[in-house]
């Protein structure tokens, strides 16, 4: 089943406290993307990959960071989250070229930083 | 830079009643426009989507959309809400083309519309 997987699912944590939240895609695709939702912002991109080794800031980056050594994986890290960092993120994949670039999302990771 | 407006933050229907959720879109190039649904605790769903052709587009569970190139909008509508679609609703709009962009294939989502539904 093609899908865009994530973990945790759900975390507590303390400030100061690093993290990684893993994302993985069995799609083969190109692009991947974090994002971040928050209550009556909706979604906004944080970091973004549009291959092996090759990321890029989005519209939030502070305070993240993000790595891509594999295609199928696109790890998100916080290294020192500050409770402003308390969110809901997503974890989306997407194909490069064609007319239809059409994002799929993984289920979310929903982490509070106390 | 690209935007999605959604005016309407909260609507209240009754079940049975007719649903339209705004959305108002600002691209510089052929947009491409999405409907997702976010049920409470849930992660995002599609329900519809539209890059050309028809300008009314069929999505999942009754829904449906309408484009107008003139207004920029696209527009969420449902003949007959039913209890279960109360949940939130996102506008977003993202590239369409084979060139690479900025952003990676970045969707400009809106703020969503919080969908309550009265038995």
């Known amino acids: 089943e093609a899908q865009v997987t994530q973990n945790p699912r759900y975390l507590i944590t303390v400030t100061g406290k690093k993290l990684t939240v893993t994302c993985s895609q069995n799609?083969?695709?190109?692009?991947m993307s974090w994002y971040r939702q928050d209550p009556g912002l909706g979604l906004r991109q944080i970091y973004y990959?549009?291959?092996?080794?090759?990321?890029d800031k989005g519209d939030v980056p502070e305070g993240y960071k993000v790595s891509r050594k594999e295609k199928r994986n696109f790890p998100l890290i916080l290294e020192s989250p500050s409770p402003n960092q308390t969110s809901l993120y997503f974890c989306?994949?997407?194909?490069?070229?064609?007319?239809?670039?059409?994002?799929?999302f993984g289920p979310g990771t929903r982490l509070t930083v106390l | 830079a690209q935007s999605v407006t959604q005016p309407d933050i909260h609507i209240t229907v009754s079940e049975g009643a007719s649903l339209e959720l705004r959305c108002n879109y600002s691209?510089?190039?052929?947009?491409?426009l999405f409907w997702y649904v976010q049920s409470p605790g849930q992660g995002l769903q599609l329900l519809l989507k539209?890059?050309?052709?028809?300008?009314l587009v069929q999505g999942i569970k009754g829904f449906e959309a309408e484009f107008k190139r003139s207004q920029s909008s696209f527009n969420l509508r449902k003949p007959s809400v039913h209890w279960s679609d109360a949940a939130e609703y996102f506008c977003?709009?993202?590239?369409?083309?084979?060139?690479?962009?900025?952003?990676?294939?970045?969707?400009?989502f809106g703020t969503g519309t919080q969908l309550k539904v009265e038995l």
């Open positions: 989306a994949s997407s194909p490069r070229g064609g007319r239809f670039n059409e994002q799929f």
């Open positions: 539209y890059f050309s052709g028809d300008t």
């Open positions: 977003a709009v993202g590239p369409l083309g084979e060139t690479d962009t900025g952003g990676g294939n970045k969707l400009t």
């Open positions: 799609m083969n695709h190109e692009y």
């Open positions: 691209y510089g190039a052929t947009p491409y």
């Open positions: 990959s549009m291959n092996v080794e090759v990321t």
